[in-house]
C-alpha cells in the first residue's frame, strides 16, 4: 500500500474545516479547493484575479508534494456566476499552457467566504510514489 502524505503548506489560507491542503498517495496527488484570498487576507474584487490568486496557491500546493501543472490530470473549477468564466479561463490558460487536463465547471450559489467568486481544486499524477529514487517531474503514461 503506497504511503499517504497529507501536507499543510506555509502560505496558505488556513482550514476551514477539517481538511489538508494537499493529500499525496503514491503517484497520485490531490489538492484542496484553492480560492482566491491573498496572503494579507484580501480578496481581489474581480473573478479573473482570484483566478491568479487561487492558482498561484494550487502551484504552491502540486509543488510541495512534488508535482506541477504539467502532471493535472483533472480541475474542477467552481464560479458563483456561470459568465466569469471568460475572466477565468485566460488565466486557467496561461498557468497549464499546453498541458490540457480533463475539467468539470461548476456553478454555485456560494464559495465559504463573502467576496469569493472562484474555487479551483485538482487532481495530479507523477512518475514516481513519494520517497522512490530519482526525481520527480516525469509525466505518467497510462
Not at 499517504?4 to 477539517?18: A, E, F, K, N, W
Not at 491542503?21 to 491573498?38: I, T
Not at 510541495?64 to 466569469?84: F, R, S
Request: with cysteine; charged share 20%; hydrophobic share 40%.
Amino acid at each position: 500500500m503506497a504511503e499517504i502524505q497529507r501536507l499543510m503548506v506555509d502560505g496558505q489560507l488556513p482550514p476551514v474545516s477539517h481538511y489538508c491542503h494537499v493529500v499525496r498517495a503514491g503517484n497520485l496527488v490531490w489538492v484542496s479547493g484553492s480560492v482566491g484570498v491573498r496572503p494579507d487576507g484580501s480578496i481581489p474584487e474581480d473573478a479573473g484575479e482570484q483566478m491568479e490568486v487561487a492558482l498561484a496557491n494550487i502551484d504552491a500546493c502540486l509543488r510541495a508534494a512534488g508535482a506541477g501543472p504539467e502532471h493535472v490530470v483533472k480541475v474542477n473549477v467552481y464560479l458563483t456566476d456561470i459568465n466569469d468564466r471568460a475572466r477565468v479561463n485566460p488565466p486557467r490558460q496561461r498557468y497549464f499552457g499546453q498541458h490540457r487536463p480533463a475539467s468539470t465547471l461548476v456553478a454555485v450559489s456560494a464559495l465559504v467566504l463573502p467576496g469569493l467568486k472562484v474555487e479551483i481544486e485538482v487532481t495530479a499524477a507523477v512518475s514516481r510514489e513519494a520517497g522512490s529514487d530519482g526525481p520527480p517531474g516525469q509525466v505518467v503514461t497510462f
